[in-house]
């Protein structure tokens, strides 16, 4: 493996310590949106408690509250605003509430929310997390404020974490993104593409393993292109394939996974480092958005159906049982009945484990939101979806069944939902495996899968 020599990073500023002020208050986080701001919440929930504040289930009784925004799923906007409203009422029955607006609606509409919610005592944006305290500080003597900048401050993994599960973590490894996918406000409100130093990455893997983290999940825009802003033994090129290697031989990491991948980056020494590398999981989240050419041009994503098809076969040949999941729009401005045909057809031969498909939903801000005259009517779109779904189900449920009678290692999350005597637990290539019987979350177990659904396979234990 090929030593790395590291030049500087960009000057990102170190968080400030600070002596807690905040002892025996409560805070809660509300996060809306993906995996960067789930983690972007540990972040700040690590602040709060740095500062001496408790974590509580919910707003009536929290003296702080968060509300991590986003803009990309559809209705998310619509939810936020619906929230404020509810926090207005609970507001006026408690005027020392402080409340927090931050993540990715905040970085875009900063006014619009000073506007529709005036009671709301922080605005804050994606890159200078590491600011909230003092942000709230300065409400409590002085009033509301607001605070967006357009370029990262601090790297959101050099803040304190307080994380979800004691087992599984979340490590990142780049914010932003340089793409220009029509459809997407990430770039608008992440900014551009920002890789951490890989020696920083490692030893927060290497402090996640020593005290008992078993599961990592790198998590960046387009991990593929990780490492080609910083300059590594004097040149700048893509490292993800090492930062793999690196973080899979760490002791106690017995899983690693990653998202997301883009297919116009995904090349073979990746694939190589996943199957050459046992922690790293075989399982790809590899999202297509589109099977005809015409709508990916659109899209920006750079690749063709060929190239997406050829790469996928390429880490199936390297990577033996790799498991696949995808991304799909329906209903792309100016997407025909013909283009939909494509996107079936990609679907029936790609044979993907399972699909997140999306109706499209215009985001303000987008190129995608100025092609008006060329949307798709509802009820076709809506057409278009009950079809791709039934298709992508009837395939999920016929690669689930090839995996009857396999026995595979599982790692359990502890007991399901529904029933206490049932565990859930994933596979390394990432399926959902309910598995009769207690089985403590963080658990490893080996199990025969006994039967197949389209989302999710039962197994017991061998
Ligand atoms: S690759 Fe495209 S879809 Fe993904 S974050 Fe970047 S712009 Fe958005």
Not at 199 to 219: F, K, S
């Amino acid at each position: 493996m090929t030593q790395t020599v590291l030049l500087p990073n960009p000057s990102l500023r170190e968080p400030a310590r600070r002596v807690p002020t905040r002892v025996g208050r409560h805070y809660f986080v509300r996060t809306f949106g993906c995996q960067m701001n789930v983690h972007d919440s540990e972040r700040i929930a690590g602040l709060f408690e740095a500062d001496g504040m408790q974590s509580t289930d919910g707003y009536e009784s929290a003296d702080v509250v968060y509300i991590n925004t986003c803009t990309i799923r559809e209705n998310a906007d619509n939810r936020m605003y619906g929230n404020l409203g509810q926090l207005k009422a609970i507001k006026d029955l408690n005027p020392e509430m402080m409340l927090i607006v931050g993540g990715c609606a905040a970085q875009k509409d900063r006014d619009m929310i000073r506007e529709k919610a005036p009671w709301v005592d922080v605005v804050m944006g994606t890159h200078n997390l590491d600011r909230v305290l003092d942000l709230l500080d300065h409400a409590e003597q002085w009033g509301p404020i607001t605070e967006v900048v357009d370029e990262l401050q601090a790297m959101p993994s050099s803040l304190p974490v307080k994380r979800e599960l004691s087992h599984s973590a979340w490590v990142t490894i780049q914010v932003g993104c340089n793409n220009t996918c029509t459809f997407c406000i990430v770039p608008s409100v992440r900014g551009v593409e920002v890789s951490r130093r890989p020696g920083d990455i490692v030893r927060e893997v290497e402090q996640l393993g020593a005290t008992g983290v078993v599961e990592v999940t790198l998590l960046g825009q387009n991990v593929d292109t990780y490492g080609r802003d910083l300059a590594i033994d004097g040149r700048r090129r893509p490292i993800f394939g090492e930062l793999l290697r690196r973080v899979g031989s760490v002791d106690g990491i017995r899983r690693v996974r990653f998202t997301s991948p883009h297919p116009n980056d995904f090349r073979e020494d990746v694939a190589l480092a996943m199957s050459e590398t046992e922690a790293v999981c075989e399982q790809l989240h590899f999202p297509l958005q589109s099977g005809s050419n015409r709508i990916l041009r659109a899209m920006h994503r750079g690749y063709t159906q060929a190239k997406y098809l050829d790469r996928l076969s390429m880490a199936r040949e390297i990577i033996p049982g790799l498991g696949v999941s995808t991304d799909i729009i329906v209903g792309f401005p100016g997407e025909t009945d013909e283009d939909f045909e494509m996107t079936l057809e990609v679907v029936e031969e790609a044979r993907f484990d399972s699909a997140f498909t999306f109706i499209f939903s215009s985001r303000p801000g987008t190129r995608a939101a100025e092609m008006t005259d060329k949307f798709v009517p509802k009820e076709v779109i809506q057409e278009r979806f009950d079809r791709l779904t039934d298709v992508q189900d009837r395939v999920s449920y016929e690669r689930n069944t090839e995996a009857v009678g396999q026995t595979m290692e599982v790692l359990s999350e502890g007991p399901s939902r529904k029933r206490a005597d049932v565990a859930t637990t994933r596979s390394r290539t990432g399926k959902l495996v309910h598995v009769a019987g207690r089985h403590p979350c963080g658990s490893f177990l080996d199990v025969v899968v006994t039967e197949a659904k389209p989302h999710y396979l039962l197994g017991s234990p061998v």
